[in-house]
């Protein structure tokens, strides 16, 4: 009698070598993630080493670099401050209406940075400059801290901060010693995203009249149509973006920061604020009105009173069904090109799915117009049948949010047991038929999650639309762009308004992770 097939409780049974279609799908997918940075290099070593001293070592450069530095570093110390305050008094404070609270803080990701520094000019002529912009990305982009901090502190265990109050630790105290060291990665996360998403940044800082490299960019790409000035300074902004991704590494750390064992979830006891609630309403509120009321109120405003243009309701219409069937489509493709990069990172890990996987993340790290760029030069001088078609545009949207659909297709795939595959096998079923009948149904919450999440991403999107759009293309972040640029304020409200109705839903999924503290 034959021995029964090796099979390991944990993993389930033996799995056979890499399936050869679904490895050149993936290695596909991982290359046209990468084309970006292979511009990068590519166009560096063209251009030779005097060329680039040339062009980056030089005043410009400097100011550029100058202004993105000190724009980059303000805001992610002022939203890691207003981050991890907000997320103490909601989640560790007595302060009354805390679902509502929570709801407020995550809200300003639903309007886009470009609409936020629209509703402050349009109202504030004056709200610009680096101060402006200081204050104006900060408000925009500090949930990014909010959620993963507010997130941490759920999940801490409260016999840290009661073993520091017996050792005599006061409040302060143990906040800075005990609570704070264990949000290390949770903010060092946060305040990636908020500076990452500030170095990719354009519109926003275009309106509020403040250059920095992305707008440096976009500036030189439409006067000397993707010169190598352009190319430059995208080297100098993907060098940005690798040294920020070396810090969080740094900043992370190796320590351990779960417990050993899960034990009984326990929510911590909640510090009574006394005569400090007032105070601290009255910080939350006006955070939440300077972040949200300011954008929305300038909305409603331009939407009521506003005479500078007549609304064409035809245009509005083709606008957004052209955002939305946009954002359909790369969603659709960005969750397709996932699929084969994913299954390989849960089915059979290694050496090389490790390395696929890890390729599809570059294009988070890197800013929009280094991504156009990059298509416009494959468009021109590779594939010119497809320059300023839909295709090259939906190639950017899926490299940029690429990670998205990966993150979360994965985690789908994890939840789909790799047991069914096998039986499936065992009835005579091939992998694709497996694929398409047993795992993609298990995995279909995943699946629209991941979709949703680009499709939300897609529809306002501004840099790479303006850049590779097809001529004729309008969106609705597109004709925004084109009336609030020309100050009809009037005009660009209504397009900016549906862009927050989209983005909503999403935004609010955000604030629905389940808290085992709530029900206890």
Known sequence: MSAPPSVDVRRGPRRDSRPLGVVVAAVAVAALAVVPLGFVVWSTV????????????????????????????????????????????????????????????????????????????????AANGYFGALVIVTLSYFPFVYLPVAAALRGLDPALEETAHSLGDGPFRTFRRTVLPQLRPALAGGCLLVALHLLAEFGALQ?????????????????????????????????????????????????RYSRVGAGVARPPARVRLGPWTGPALLALGALAALALGVPLGSLTYWL?????????????????????????????????????????????????????ERSTYFGNALPGIVVALALVTLGIRVVPMWYQTIVLLVAAYVILYLPRAVVNVRAAFAQAPPVLEDVAHSQGLGRLPTLLRVTLPLAAPGLGAAAALVFIAVVTELTATLLLSPIGTRTLATQFWTDSDSAAYAAAAPYAAVMVLLSAPATYLLTRTPRRSSTR
């Not at 609270?101 to 936020?116: D, K, S």
């Not at 489509?329 to 299954?343: E, S």
């Open 46 to 125: 063209d251009a030779g080493w005097g060329e680039v001293r040339r062009l980056v070592l030089r005043p410009r450069t400097a100011e550029l670099l100058w202004n993105t530095v000190r724009l980059t570093g303000g805001a992610v110390v002022l939203s890691a401050v207003l981050g991890t305050g907000a997320a103490w008094l909601v989640e560790r404070s007595s302060v009354p209406g805390r679902r509502l609270w929570t709801v407020l803080m995550a809200a300003p990701l639903a309007v886009p940075a470009f609409v936020n520094s629209y509703g402050w000019v349009s109202l504030v002529p």
């Open 304 to 356: 009521v009173t506003g005479t500078s243009s007549d609304l064409s309701m035809d245009l509005l219409l083709e606008t957004t069904g052209t955002s939305l069937g946009l954002g359909a489509l790369a969603a659709l493709c960005a969750v397709i090109a996932a699929i084969p990069v994913a299954w390989l990172a849960n089915r059979h890990r290694g050496h090389l799915t490790t390395l696929l």
């Open 207 to 255: 309106l509020l009249r403040f250059p920095t490299f992305t707008t440096a960019i976009y500036d030189q790409y439409q006067s000397s149509f993707s010169g190598p000035a352009a190319n430059m300074l995208a080297a100098v902004l993907v060098l940005c973006c690798l040294v920020l991704l070396l810090g969080e590494l740094r900043l992370r750390g190796n320590a």
